[in-house]
């Protein structure tokens, strides 16, 4: 196959779900260039994640081509800490360098946003390899397996970093805010060394002609993805409850609110009751006009705003109160 086809079948995955996460944010969407920051910095990762495990590897005495029936124990420890915590722990710690003083994050969804472009650099990265080491059969497989593991994976860390912005937020006890901060690395790396062993256990079983094995393990792996998208999917909608409920932009953000909110004062105005306005308003846009009109409504009553904001609306409210008093 042609190299530029190659190419586009390693790439052409994550940037679909960096598309699909891009637009899951959809009250404020995140800059393209801080994007392409996080995406680099993930790709970067993969560098470090592969000395570290092949440190693991020479530490344990072991390869990826482990035969799982001889050594199941010795398998299972080098999957879950030689991979899959490694390359969790790569990933959230440049995650937390990059975040801490990112501006851009001032919602709570960010995180995720922010863990899953990263996740998805070092997921390219990787794929590049693989599909131009071992061909298209591979991408096509890993196309519907890895790269989307990665992302769910990265959704799992996101989803515990911002509830634990939001525990120390609202003056959650610090316990909190260590359990969901040692979570954010536990948690996608248990899921990680599960998708690991189902995937390197059926290649081995396959390699041992040990077909009633790898056809077991072939079935956990496309269950634990499964289970992997349906979690994924209701913590992502968690957090857009939180979100539209709870978090919506000041008028006096420095950051566009968002198009539905400007479209308050037409669906509000005088010529929608006289049957000008043309259109039907949503459930959902009437959170979002609703939610614009108490914060307006706020900020006209009091022009120095306090910092003690709704904790759902991410860990930079104080910055807007110190903008409005200035």
Known sequence: MEPLLLLALAVGPALILLHAIYFADRYQKEPIRNLLRYLVAGAAMCVPAFFAEVAAQKTLGVDATIDIRAHPILFVVFVFVGVALVEEWVKRWMLWRLARRDEEIDEPFDWV??????????????????????GAVVGVARAFTAVPSHALNATFMGDRLARAAVAKEAGRRACVVRRETWLSIVEPALWHGAYDACALGTTSAAGAKDASLAAFLGIA???????????????????????RTDACPRP?????????????????????????????????????????????????ADPHPSPRLPPQCGRYQARWADRARS
């Open 113 to 134: 946003v922010y863990s899953v472009t990263l996740s998805l650099g070092f997921a390219t990265l990787e794929n590049i390899l693989y599909v131009y080491s071992f």
């Open 221 to 243: 792996l496309l269950v634990l993805l499964g289970v992997q998208w349906i979690l994924g999917i209701l913590r992502v909608r968690s957090q857009q409850k939180d979100l």
């Open 252 to 300: 006096d953000s420095p950051r566009r609110a968002p198009r539905a909110a400007h479209l308050a004062w037409y669906w509000t105005s005088e010529e929608v009751g006289a049957g000008m306005g043309g259109g039907r308003r949503s459930a959902a846009h009437d959170d979002r006009t609703d939610c614009y009109h108490r914060a307006l409504r706020r900020s006209r």
